[in-house]
């Protein structure tokens, strides 16, 4: 793996970071919005059905799309919004910055 392509960082000392996220099934059907202070945590949980039965059942294995956000309230704001969005909506949102829905994980399954 490269450089340029590390997709999770340590949040800087002090600060806090906060991500809005969509998560998907391997067919992209199903599609989960959340928000959470520690990507790569919360994205590894959901990886191995940690999260609710939802993605036990889904089956939400790839992360397909986030926004990074210094601001708790910002984050909320921002999640509601694309929460309150149709799927439609959420997809061109996906596509805009992830046309082929890849797993921004970079991990094999």
Do not use: C
Not at 57 to 84: N, S
């Amino acid at each position: 793996m490269d450089s340029d392509d590390v997709i999770f960082y340590d949040e800087p000392v002090g600060e806090k970071i906060y991500f809005v996220y969509i998560m998907t099934n391997l067919h992209n059907t199903s599609l989960y919005t959340g928000i959470t202070n520690n990507l790569f945590r919360r994205v590894q949980e959901h990886k191995q059905g940690e999260g609710g039965q939802f993605f036990r059942r889904y089956k939400m294995r790839k992360l397909v799309y986030f926004e990074a956000f210094g601001d708790v309230r910002t984050a909320i704001a921002r999640e509601k919004q694309i929460k309150g969005g149709s799927r439609m909506n959420k997809a061109e949102l996906i596509s805009t910055l992830n046309p082929d829905w890849l797993d921004l994980t970079l991990e094999g399954e």
